[in-house]
């Protein structure tokens, strides 16, 4: 019995530490997260639709299986992500100013990508 979808839509964030927090079966669309920190925290089975996060830390977070449709990440903290771990049927990102080191994309299809 699988566990039923919470949906979040058209909400804004601001300043939760969601870190080494599990955060399964949510649906975010069309909100903004502002300085929230998902840092070790386990995104399994999220989707996330036309959502902005701004000054955001993603680091080390783990996100199998995980949709990302239009993405914007602005000034943040995106260190040691596998992104070939999240759902590619809905996978377009778009990052500012952040910082991506020892995050992975390796055989993901980025050409429409603006990283």
């Known amino acids: 019995m699988s566990a039923e979808t919470i949906v979040r839509e058209n909400k804004t964030y601001n300043n939760i530490d969601y870190s080494n927090k599990d955060l399964n079966n949510y649906e975010f669309i069309q909100c903004t997260f502002i300085g929230c920190s998902f840092a070790d925290s386990n995104l399994i089975t999220c989707d996330f639709e036309t959502c902005n996060f701004e000054t955001c830390n993603f680091s080390m977070v783990k ?34 100013k952040c910082i991506l080191d020892y995050s992975t994309f390796y055989g993901t299809k980025l050409k429409k990508q603006n990283l």
């Open 63 to 96: 996100i199998d299986g995980v949709g990302f449709r239009d993405i914007s990440f602005k000034d943040c903290k995106v260190m040691g992500v596998d992104f070939t771990r999240c759902n590619r049927l809905m996978f377009s990102f778009y990052f500012e």
